[in-house]
């Protein structure tokens, strides 16, 4: 999953990011309103996490610009204005869901998977494929009666992209999509490198590979 962050303060947004990459998500941070505009229109995004109050531009702005484009993303607002009115307007311009500052770090993860859910953009809280069955809210994968594989977080973050389409074929830029937030190095074989470290773990014919298009796994639960 792909998340855009807009938050200004450093420090708020180091700790949100830390907890989003810690939950195996590639993020984008932008401290700043209209790049964020800027990035929707050029990026998909399985989630923005906005805050309102940014310089030079305003995050309820920024919420009416994405709706105003028809980007299905779910959007979560943090905002430290408690007022009433400030969280009806959100939600009426387009937000699923708001947190006021300060909140649990736990709960905006979880805040996030359930507008992700109500809006499928993750189809379901434990995805499976064939025997593989991957809890988002833990981060667990299993295998048949196996126990929790130890994944790498871009191996985790792939294997939740593949699973979030069981059935369909995801491209190598789909996938790097998926897995790589800006600023990381993509080198141009990192997908097969992630799929050959991933088939290790979870048994090479449960990832197929379609030559020339992309990777899959089964659609059959
Ligand atoms: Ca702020």
């Known amino acids: 999953m792909r998340v855009l962050l ?12 830390g907890a989003l990459k810690d939950a195996a998500y590639a993020v984008d941070w932008l401290r700043d309103g209209r790049m964020a505009t800027l990035a929707v229109a050029s990026q998909t995004y399985d989630i923005i996490v906005l805050d309102l109050g940014l310089p030079g531009c305003d995050g309820m702005d920024i919420l009416a610009e994405i709706r105003k484009a028809n980007d299905p993303a779910p959007v979560v607002i943090m905002t430290a204005r408690d007022e009433v009115t400030d969280r009806i307007r959100g939600l009426d311009i387009g937000a699923d869901d708001y947190l006021t500052k300060p909140f ?8 996030m998977r359930a507008v992700m859910r109500r809006r499928r953009t ?3 809280t434990v995805m499976s494929s064939g025997d593989i069955k991957l809890d988002t809210s833990t981060r667990q994968v299993r295998v048949g009666e196996s126990t929790t594989l130890q994944l790498s977080r871009r191996e985790y973050t792939l294997l939740e992209a593949l699973m979030n389409h069981p059935g369909a074929i995801l ?18 074989n990192a997908i097969e490198f992630l799929i050959h470290a991933l088939r290790k773990k979870v ?8 030559r020339g298009v992309g990777w899959m796994v089964s659609g059959d639960a």
Do not use: C, F, P, T
């Open 6 to 17: 807009v938050e200004d303060d450093a420090m708020i947004g180091a700790a949100v990011e």
């Open 104 to 111: 649990a770090l736990s709960e905006l993860l979880a805040r």
């Open 122 to 124: 993750l189809v379901d």
């Open 171 to 188: 491209s190598r830029s789909q996938l790097e999509d998926r897995v790589y937030g800006w600023g990381e190095e993509v080198e141009s």
């Open 203 to 210: 048994g090479h014919q449960r990832i197929k590979n379609i």
